[in-house]
């Protein structure tokens, strides 16, 4: 970080000292051996921050005013609040990777080195003047939960906090891990599921790595930073989690999977545990499940109202067989529980096969796979049939038999649902003939077939419109409407976006495309052959109504 041109001839370009000034501060200079820019500064010669300023243009580091600027919690949480204020230093956001923050003095390695072990990612530094950043570092820690903070010594901790959630001899296998330790532990693990619910984040990873054990968030269907503690903490993170989940703690070797409910805010919320062994140990994944953030309503997840009718009249028929298609994590199962919700009635029986249940569902009987009981997709689809259903809800369609099975049921009387993973609707035709089935039977069962993802919706509070090219917009068909860009607030946590919104591609079955289906032909002709619009063209409805930007849907699909 070498500086490019003299300190002295730098500040007499710019004009902030005369040549008098410099001469007298390069006198006392030699005689004291102190640095030139201190030097001018202790002479009253030159303000501290025209010094930072100066130094920071020349060595190519960012300086900008930080009055009017709001830190993203996501980059607040990868540094505890004690730490930056030891280094006079505010996390300002991530970028690629980066983590860009703000210090009164970037030119301290020291603290960079501290910085960057603390926050387990590269730094990027920036500075401004020392007022601001005193004023933004008062204000930015304000509303960050204790998460993002260094957690409380051990000493302090009050060991009967696990008082009645550690059975009888287990506090022996707790990993070395001191009964003061398991008690923060405990309190660190209601903080962490706290935070997670109150960002409404999807699923908390908490990961074992060489120096720290990091907790990030998934958030609008990305990860953020959540903060960094102890190594030592780790194991008893741990032991602790998995005694929540009905897990062994003794068993470090191999995966296991678990569930506890949790009350939070007056309401019930699920966790799905899942643990797998990692070379710093056990890294942990925990799934929130609250069911009062998910909008079990069909008119409420993002389907175009045409698309809608559609979907509503494949859902109405007594039987035939409606796959759901998409990546983990694209909302299949919602669709699949909105579309059980409204059919659900008096007069219907509705069996549910899932693995595993994520919601339970009022008046629907729901049943959890277990494979070492014996209990699978195609065993379960096969007794289901037993009980009288109306409706069926295959969790997912994972082999040949219980394809048979589903498309037998759907050809004697059922309306079976069910998710497969394939990137479009037309994919689903023939993944389903490569499982072995025959296209006479699939001709005469599939309803429909729905590809679906999930994009990140702007944030009301500071979407902006943002200038697009005539090349881009002649290319995406956007023509004269307003096309919106993320720019950032406290809202959204800097990211300029807020919540997640479907787009939708339908596949009903006709003439032309069972005739498709017979003549065994690729997923590409049978698309062109239904002349229907594609995941992309729905993104841009959307992109075109403002709720989302052409960078997100480029992001989630391909063209």
Known sequence: MAVKTRLGDRLLESGLITRHQLDKALEKHVSTGQKLGKTLVDLGYLHPDQLMKTLCEDAGIPYMPLGDMTPAPAALATIPENVARRYNSVPLRIENGRLLIAMADPFDMDALTSLERTAAKPIKQASGPRDDIAGLLRRAYQNVGQVATSPPPIERAVSDQLHGFIPTGVSARVGDAPVEENATAAKLVEEIIRRGTTLGATDIHIEPLEEVTKVRYRLDGLLQDGGAYPRTMQAALTSRIKILAGLDIAETRLPQDGRVRIRADAKHIDLRVSTFPTLHGEDIVCRILDRSRTALNLERLGIEPEDLKILRAAFLRPHGLIPV???????????????????????????????????????????????????????????????????????????????????????????????????????????????GAEPFVLTSSVLLVISQRLIRTLCKECKTVTEVTDVVRERFALGDAAVYGAHGCSACRGSGYKGRIGIYELLPMTPELNAAVYQRMPAEEIQRISGRPNLFEDGLKKVRAGVTTLDELLRVTSI
């Open 325 to 435: 298609t998409g990546p983990t994590g694209s909302g299949k199962t919602t669709t699949l529980y909105s579309a059980i919700v409204e059919l659900n009635n008096r007069e219907r029986c509705i069996i549910t096969l899932e693995d595993p249940v994520e919601y339970e569902l009022a008046q629907i009987r729901q049943s959890q796979i277990n494979v070492r009981a014996g209990l699978t997709f195609a065993s379960g689809l096969r007794s289901m049939l037993r009980h009288d259903p109306d409706t069926i809800l295959v969790g997912e369609m994972r082999d040949a038999e219980t394809v048979q099975i589903g498309l037998t049921a759907a050809l004697t009387g059922h309306l079976v649902l069910t998710t497969l993973h394939t990137n479009t609707a037309a994919g689903a035709i023939p993944r389903l003939l490569d499982m």
